[in-house]
Structures are given as C-alpha cells and as structure tokens.
C-alpha cells in the first residue's frame, strides 16, 4: 500500500491494523461512522467501551483525545476511537481539535505497533465541520505525522464526492 491514499469504501470492512472510529465522548455507539462500527464489531465493543475509565461523568473520551479496543468480530484488529469537533463557526478552537484527533490516533497505533490505519472523514457528519476544511486538517496532519515514522494510512470515503476530495488534497 502506498503509505496515503484514499479509497471509496465501507471503513467496517477495511483489512488493515486498526480503524479509527469517529464517536462520541461517551464511546457507547450512536449513528453515523460510530454506530456503523459498533454493529460490525458486535455486543463485545459496547462492552469494552463501558470498561474504558470516564474522565469525567459520560466522558471516556474528550474532544481531541483517542482511546483503542480491540476489534472484535471486525476484519482490523484494532478500534480507536477519537471524538471530534463540533463545527462552531471556528471560533472554538475546532481546527486544532480536529488536528488533534488524528495526530493522537495516529500515535495510539505507534505504542501498539500497528503498521496501517484507516480514517473517517472524522466531524464531518452530524458534528457538521466543512469537508474541505476537515480534509486539508486531516491530510497535513498526517503528512506531518507520517515525516516522523511511516505507517500506511487509509482515508475512508463513505461517498465518490469525499473521495475527490481526498484525491484533490492527496495530489496537492
């Protein structure tokens, strides 16, 4: 695999290391990229979320940060779970948030070992943050982070529209 690149597929059956589920702070499932992930994984991911300790009452994971599970009945081996920003106009510090996000989900599959990764087009559902401004966060965070220690990283598109985006900011 090339070490970026970007592909039109379902993220829940991605063969690679660990795929990186765009949740929210209580990592109990919901709909979007979360729920999808959840009902693949099976009742054992649920499971292993309510296990993960709260950092403060129904937060397991705050905006930015990233935890990992097992994959269980998935095809990759690992779920990390990170929980984007809700789109607030920008003023709130969404952008570094975002960066944020990948940049920890990519240093959680480092201490693990991993050797690839696939991402959502984490925010850009319900949480509502422009795509073409998410897609530039994502892309550069991960060429800055892949210049440190390259793994194969996989940008998931749930739709040929997301996938040009990627390929367009991939090829620029």
Known sequence: MD????????????????IVNAANPSLLGGGGVDGAIHRAAGPALL?????LPESRPGVR???GEARITPGFALPARHVIHTVGPVWQGGRYGEPALLAA????????????????IAFPAISCGIYGYPPDAAVAIA???VR???AEDPLDVLFCCHDPVML??????LAA
């Open 3 to 18: 070490h970026l690149r970007a592909l039109h597929a379902d993220i829940t059956r991605c063969e690679v290391d660990a």
């Open 47 to 51: 499971h292993a979320c309510r296990a």
């Open 61 to 63: 994971c705050p905006t």
């Open 101 to 116: 996000c990948y940049r920890n989900a990519l240093a959680l599959a480092r201490v693990h070992g991993l050797a690839s």
């Open 139 to 141: 892309v550069a965070q």
């Open 144 to 146: 800055d982070s892949l």
């Open 164 to 169: 040009a985006r990627y390929t367009a900011a």
